[in-house]
């Protein structure tokens, strides 16, 4: 008998403990089932149960494509389509130099992928130009965490922890959707009638405080910032601070107490339109809990998605610092990462300012060091280049990035302002992707190179607790795909690169490893042997150390062992809704991931969600005549950018002067497509939760 590989999921950062067992149709088929793992306990999602699917789907990019002469993707041997892309490179490298070049990344690539493409942009291309999607997905909360505690970890606990919470205070985040095995991890806290959750939408986790299992706070639209602060200045006006924990191991409290005073609870009321007593409750709450029994705080893309995302989320870590939580025993604050491996993604060099180990790139002592790993004088390795909307912006112009190479990203669909991305992608010179679907934006490519799944190849990835897992293999992959490893080597070659760029999974980790020792995300003492025997291991682990679960406990990473309470501001909102414009979120639907580019293609799942629906109150609807299930377009004011065309779907669920849009679709009912690549200044989050939208009924559609 054939025993099951042990797995897991490949979408989302939860990360699912999975088992893939031969399949009766054939050998290149697995039958998935949940495995016992601590962040699921057996459990997966209709996307986790589905995505054998994907595995021999019949639209799945099997050999190289190339476009010929008439406009159209050919089939074509790897020698050709590599060979083009080399030549494409030299080509605008000698006319442009090396930054008119550039890469974009994906969240969703292994460790060893991440840390190899980081390389083969600055060692074989020498270009600054790399970014990736976890840029959209949580840099703000990446900022914040390392201006507060010098160091980003996703949660810088084990999930399991949240099993004995009494009080969570999770905003901005559906996880009863997104990642719905997290659920059971809340049942404490629902049990102690604590479980607060933070969303303008009545979600299917703000259902779960129903029944005095919690509460669920509705703020106005962008007026989460103001939420927060209204908390913590009752923590401070009730002289609920911890405050011997605040003198021993924080700096900055006066200044955070002046920045909170102005928002009192009654203020805050009438800038969120949350009830002043509710706020009072919720904190008093949470200090009770953070005193006697176990409080978490937790943020999502919610409060993360705007264009002053640092800021807010600095304000949850500041009321969590106020409570005395972070490193304590008794709770602590987390983000929730999204991105299967958009925590081990930036680690490993394929953030725009990083070098492997989570190293900023203009440190002397991380280029030094990474240097020496790759062989390459130190003065050879590009200083930091864009963040990822500002590279988008860049493509195709005279001084921008003139080719692009794409892994695992699907900017067409998933980037702010769609039409802008796709009008720079048609401006370059040259374009490949690689990627084992025709995706949107590989449509647009010059080169389309097809590589492995999942369930084809070996790697780690690192989930939300950053806990290093290992990804195994279990079928065949198709026999014209390539691993991205291979990809690199061969580009590499053919571009005359110094340095090695190992084909072998577990060759390319041992190099991450060198490269990662002494930084923050330190993996040097974590082997594949040791995760094969089911070691955990949590980063940082240092060689000779047995990793580390609880981050903070002794100290944090700021030089002086202290974390930092960080002032910031805000302005009570100034924008108020008319009859016809509302302010657009984006987010996500339980059926699907991302870009849709997988989950649009499993049968189970599009017949679920087969299109995106603008979620609209009735009383919104009626004022414009909108029927459920009726056409509705979507426009931004002042903008020629084109509408969205969509159906509408009636629901008590949201606030009056907000509505809703699944990003995961293309086409005429992209969200993205009226979304604007305004950035967090700090982070370059774009703003993805508060777009003025006009929306009317599309009659006769
Ligand atoms: Fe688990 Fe996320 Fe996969 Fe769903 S998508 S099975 S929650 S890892």
């Known amino acids: 008998m054939t025993v099951p590989t042990s797995t897991h999921c490949p979408y989302c950062a939860l990360q699912c403990g999975m088992s893939l067992a031969p399949s009766q149709e054939g050998p290149a088929s697995v039958e998935v089932s949940g495995r016992d793992f601590p962040t699921s306990r057996g459990g997966l999602c209709r996307k986790g149960w589905t995505a054998a699917e994907l595995l021999r789907h019949p639209e799945r990019v099997t050999e190289p494509l190339v476009r010929d ?4 993707l050919r089939t074509a041997s790897w020698d050709e389509a590599l060979g083009r892309i080399a030549a494409a490179v030299r080509r605008v490298q000698a006319a442009h130099g090396p930054d008119a070049v550039g890469i974009f990344g994906g969240g969703g690539l292994t460790n060893e992928k991440a840390y190899l493409l980081g390389k083969f942009a600055r060692v074989a291309l020498g270009t600054s ?15 914040a965490g390392n201006r507060a505690f010098g160091i980003d970890r996703g949660l810088p606990f084990p999930l399991t922890d949240l099993d004995d919470a009494d009080t969570v205070l999770l905003l901005g985040s559906n996880v009863a959707e997104t990642m719905p095995p997290f659920v059971q991890h809340l049942e404490a806290a629902r049990a102690a009638g604590g479980l607060v959750v933070v969303d303008p939408r009545r979600s299917a986790t703000a259902q779960l405080t129903d029944d005095g299992a919690g509460s669920h706070l509705a703020p106005a639209p962008h007026t989460d910032l103001i939420l927060l602060l209204g908390l913590a200045h009752v923590v401070v006006n009730d002289s609920l601070l911890d405050s011997r924990y605040l003198a021993e191991r924080t700096r900055g409290l006066e200044a955070v107490i002046l920045s909170v005073a102005p928002w009192w609870p009654e203020r805050v009321q009438g800038a969120t339109g949350v009830p002043a007593d509710l706020i009072r409750a919720t904190a008093r709450r949470l200090a009770e809990s953070a005193r006697t029994g176990s409080c978490y705080i937790l943020t999502g893309r919610g409060v993360e998605q705007h264009a002053d995302g640092t800021d807010t989320v600095t304000a949850a870590i500041n009321l969590a610092l106020l409570l005395g939580l972070p490193g304590s025993a008794r709770g602590g604050y987390g983000t929730l990462t999204g991105q299967g491996n958009g925590q081990g993604g930036r680690e490993h060099g394929q953030k725009a300012d990083q070098l492997p180990g989570y190293r900023k790139i203009t440190d002397p002592a991380a280029r030094v060091h990474l240097a020496g790993v790759w062989g390459v004088p130190e003065a050879s390795i590009p200083g930091p280049g864009l963040p990822a909307v500002e590279l988008l912006r860049t493509l195709g112009t005279d001084d921008g990035v003139r080719a692009l190479l794409v892994h695992g990203a699907n900017v067409v669909v998933s980037a702010p302002d769609a039409s802008m991305v796709r009008e720079g992608l048609r401006r370059l010179d040259f374009l490949a992707v690689c990627d084992f679907f025709l995706s949107e934006t590989a449509r647009e490519a010059d080169v389309v190179l097809p590589v492995l799944q999942w369930a084809e190849e070996e ?5 939300l607790e950053g806990r290093v897992l290992r ?9 014209g795909a390539r691993s991205e490893l291979w990809i690199l080597n061969r580009l590499a070659a053919l571009l005359d690169a110094p340095s090695s760029f190992p084909t072998d999974p577990e060759s390319v980790f041992e190099e991450l490893r060198a490269a990662s020792s002494g930084g923050l995300a330190d993996y040097s003492g974590i082997s594949y042997p040791m995760l094969d ?5 949590y980063w ?3 060689h000779g150390s047995r990793g580390t679960p609880r981050l903070f406990r002794e100290g944090f990473a700021h030089d002086d062992g202290r974390a930092r309470l960080v002032a910031v501001r805000a302005s009570a909102p100034s924008w108020t809704s008319t009859p016809e414009e509302f302010q657009l979120a984006t987010g996500r639907l339980l059926e699907h991931y991302q870009s849709g580019a997988q989950t649009r293609r499993v049968a189970a799942l599009t017949d679920a969600q087969p299109e995106p629906r603008l979620q609209i109150h009735p009383a919104s609807a009626a004022r414009l005549r909108i029927e459920d299930s009726g056409w509705v377009r979507v426009t931004r004011p002042g903008s020629d950018v084109p509408e969205v065309l969509c159906r509408a779907e009636l629901s008590t669920g949201i606030r009056p002067d907000t509505v809703f849009l699944p990003f995961h679709f293309p086409g005429l009912s992209a969200a993205n497509q009226v979304t604007e690549a305004r950035t967090d200044p700090i982070s370059g989050m774009p703003e993805f939760k508060t777009t003025r939208v006009l929306v009317r009924a599309a009659a006769g559609e």
């Open 459 to 463: 790697g780690t990835m690192t989930n």
């Open 129 to 143: 130009r790399i970014d990736y999607n976890g840029r959209f997905c949580m840099s703000s909360a990446a900022a």
């Open 540 to 542: 940082p682990y240092p």
């Open 69 to 72: 002469e008439g406009g159209t």
């Open 471 to 479: 990804r195994r293999r279990a079928v065949e992959p198709p026999p």
């Open 533 to 537: 025997a089911g070691e955990e291991a």
